[in-house]
């Protein structure tokens, strides 16, 4: 009895552990992602709400709760509020099988990185019901714009995380974090399976260069234009907390996690605070670059994008899954092996990609016709 | 719930777009890909749109993410400017000219001043020519600046940090401008004969430190997108204009110069002291986005060369003529004419009729952007959304001149 019910309290924990996470890490991340865009726009960014604009998100979250809770006529009213609440589940569910720290886990779910996959997808689903009920054409193509390319991205993504359970030889997420104990960070084997789930999972989060489905020159607002108040705070919330969670997936999976300097130095009913801080620090990089992407490279067009997930991620991404499991098969000291080749086909990729194409452009703009003739 | 909130009845513009998609699928053009009959959507672009620069409103037709049908409507924007010039004098109309292209204001000025001039037979002095170009000039590197960031903004967020970069940098010119005329955009700075105010003391200098930093600034926008290759595959091959289509629908400035035309009406048809600057005409030779983006970006080079010789070359003297002051009633003989002027979008020309009084009895715009509007329905159908909006902003539109 007293272990049901104890097994109840723990749920109730994490799942508010999760949420908060959620909306603490989307406040956050909302101010530092404007912080940071004015820095690298030559600005000041919100600096006046609280210290340096600190409570400027908080400020938003306030003024988005008092918003008029507008649905248009047209709208389908199950869908249209159904979509807002359902897409809180992917960031709210992933956190569930990611280990915070050492003893901060809430299942060690055996299936952990499928699971991963299973549920992010429910973003999707979330913004496909919403943009479908909205009854609005820009919300429409914003909706299958963004389901077209997360289906396209779910498999470069998929690629690299079985890529990690062959090298690991487990699914479970804690033994992921276990194996890279010593510093064996597993985006130091495979730099190259990073940068696939690195690209994959910004297509997932629908942000720069791959943020079609809500590009605000295109579409006004993609698939959450007739939101408005708290339901597109929702929308809003899950975007940017995303960019956290993502991050922690990615720490989880390529850089060890928890695991750092002074493991166990602070620690509180079995709980080691100092890996909390670690996984913090290292997400929080990772979210910078997210940022720093955004404001650095122009975005894609729909059918580029496509073509760059099928005709470039997908087919490296294959040839890198093979070839991986060819070294852990077959090679004796296969982590040697796999750090020799993950660093040259980084290199190669990094190296080469961008010249390539570059020399096909010069090409194509050489045999674009001349109109002044 | 919300009943008071009515789905209102189609207007004109999307009524006519509906019988278009009939009449094609009548005529059996519809796209039967998937075995459906009818798969186009009737969409609204503006005219309060992100992307549309002002309140331009284009109903598109899009088969998917393809534009299959464009019609610009236009006219939200209209405060009959060409009606008010009939009951104003010569003299009181020329801050009206600001607010038809505001963000190259002076050079609207400028055409009005010159074809007013022109009918007048009034000559200005010569120091005055030197500051009208001058500030013409900077107020095009200001044009081309808000033209290529709001382009660049179109395309990505890169643009969002772009964009300031290039609204950081106008403001340098903004501060010339206000330090020389009082106003930042509404100038009110030409006059018959001249222009208002001499320049202030130190403005030369600052003109010179402006003209000395700011190609350190151009390469920097250079260095941010010229060998990007996702912005060169966004741009390049993207919306061309032939040379057939700059003959047919009047595409004038950098537009039609993308196109390899060399016209620049500083140099075919020259006025004010342009002939005797030295200074080349931008011509690109593929038609398309990326050459419309690289002819602004060289006409800034070439704007500064120009600055730097008319600081140079400024001679003495007074800046109006006759008296100190310009003369605020002029009645110009019987008669019409028409004057165009290079204005950072292409031709401003103005024709005045003139029946002997007070007040002007006709005038008329030439808006290069009117006439690069009605380029928009070819230029953009067959396009996908994406370069739909990456074409409206190379065009460069400015509502204002287009509504009047």
């Known amino acids: ?373 | 719930m919300y009943d008071h909130f009515e789905t209102p009845e189609p207007d004109e513009a999307v009524k006519l777009a509906l019988r278009r998609i009939e009449e094609s699928t009548a005529r059996g053009e519809g796209s039967d890909v998937a075995g459906l009959e009818f798969n186009e959507v009737v969409v609204n672009m503006g005219p309060q749109h992100p992307s549309t620069h002002g309140v331009l409103r284009l109903v598109v037709t899009l088969d998917g993410e393809l534009v299959k049908d464009v019609i610009p409507v236009i006219g939200y924007l209209h405060r009959c400017k060409e009606k008010i010039a009939e009951r104003r004098t010569y003299f009181q109309y020329i801050p009206i000219l600001d607010r038809t292209e505001y963000v190259a204001g002076i050079n609207c000025e400028w055409a009005y001043v010159l074809a007013v001039e022109k009918l007048a037979g009034i000559r200005p002095t010569r120091r005055a020519e030197f500051i009208r170009v001058i500030t013409a000039e900077l107020m095009r590197i200001a044009s081309h600046l808000v033209a290529v960031g709001t382009f660049t903004a179109d395309l990505s967020p890169l643009g969002t940090a772009m964009v300031f970069y290039m609204f950081r940098d106008r403001e340098d010119v903004l501060d010339l401008m206000e330090e020389l005329t009082g106003a930042r955009m509404m100038f009110n700075y030409f006059r018959f004969g001249g222009v208002r105010y001499d320049l202030p003391d130190g403005w030369v200098e600052k003109c010179r430190d402006f003209v000395r930093t700011f190609p350190a600034k151009i390469r920097e926008y250079e260095a941010l997108v010229d060998d990007n290759a996702i912005f060169l595959q966004r741009t390049q091959g993207k919306g061309v204009i032939t040379q057939q289509d700059v003959v047919d629908y009047g595409i004038t400035g950098p537009n039609a110069r993308a196109s390899g035309i060399p016209l620049d009406l500083r140099r075919t048809r020259p006025y004010s002291v342009y002939p005797e600057l030295d200074f080349d005409v931008c011509v690109e030779h593929h038609g398309d986005v990326f050459d419309r983006y690289r002819v602004r970006i060289r006409e800034m080079r070439e704007s500064l060369k120009i600055i730097e010789q008319c600081l140079d070359m400024l001679p003495r003297g007074p800046v109006q003529v006759g008296s100190l002051r310009a003369p605020y009633v002029i009645t110009p003989p019987p008669g019409s004419c028409y004057v165009g002027q290079e204005n950072p979008r292409g031709e401003f020309g103005t024709y005045i009729e003139s029946d002997g009084s007070r007040y002007p009895y006709r005038l008329k715009y030439r808006d290069p952007c009117f006439c690069n509007l009605q380029l928009f329905p070819k230029l953009l159908s067959g396009n996908k959304i994406a370069d739909a909006v990456a074409i409206s902003g190379s065009i460069d539109l400015v509502l204002g001149g287009i509504d009047r």
């Open chain 1, 1 to 373: 009895m007293i272990d049901i019910l104890l097994g109840i309290l723990r749920a109730v924990l994490f799942v508010v552990i999760a949420y908060v996470v959620v909306f603490v890490a989307a406040l956050v991340n909302i101010y530092f992602e404007r912080r940071a865009m004015a820095f690298i726009g030559d600005r000041l960014g919100p600096n006046r709400t609280g210290p340096q604009g600190v409570l400027q998100s908080v400020a938003d979250a306030f003024k988005m709760m008092g918003k008029e809770d507008f649905r248009p006529l047209a709208a389908d009213p199950v869908l249209f509020t159904l979509a807002p609440v359902t897409v809180m589940i992917g960031a709210v569910a992933i956190q569930l099988v990611l280990p915070y720290t050492d003893g901060l886990l809430a299942t060690d779910l055996n299936v952990g990185i499928i699971f991963l996959v299973a549920i992010s997808s429910f973003t999707t689903l979330a913004i496909l019901m919403g943009g479908w009920a909205s009854r609005n054409k820009y919300s429409l193509v914003g909706a299958l714009r963004a389901a077209a390319q997360m289906i396209s991205y779910e498999i470069p993504m998929l690629l690299a995380l079985l890529i990690v359970a062959m090298i690991v030889g487990s699914l479970r997420l804690d033994h992921v974090v276990a194996f890279q104990a010593h510093y064996e960070w597993i985006g130091f084997y495979a730099p190259f399976t990073f940068l696939m789930f690195y690209i994959a999972s910004i297509a997932e989060l629908n942000r720069g260069p791959f943020d079609l489905p809500e590009s605000e020159t295109e579409l006004v607002a993609g698939y959450s234009t007739e939101y408005s108040g708290m339901r597109f705070g929702m929308f809003f919330l899950n975007e940017y907390a995303g960019l956290t969670i993502m991050s922690m997936v990615a720490v989880t999976l390529f850089f060890g996690g928890w695991m750092g300097p002074w493991n166990g130095a602070v620690s509180l009913w079995g709980v080691d605070l100092v890996g909390v801080f670690w996984f913090v620090l290292k997400s929080y990089v990772l979210v910078f670059l997210l940022v720093w992407v955004r404001f650095s490279i122009p975005r894609l067009q729909a059918d580029q994008l496509m073509g760059f997930a099928w005709k470039i991620l997908i087919p490296l991404g294959l040839a890198n899954t093979l070839a991986t499991a060819a070294i852990i098969l077959w090679v004796p000291s296969w982590k040697w092996g796999l750090l020799v080749f993950g660093w040259v086909s980084f290199f190669a990729f990094v190296g080469l990609f961008d010249p390539l194409l570059k020399r096909r452009l010069r090409r194509e703009r050489e045999r674009q016709p001349v109109v002044s003739a």
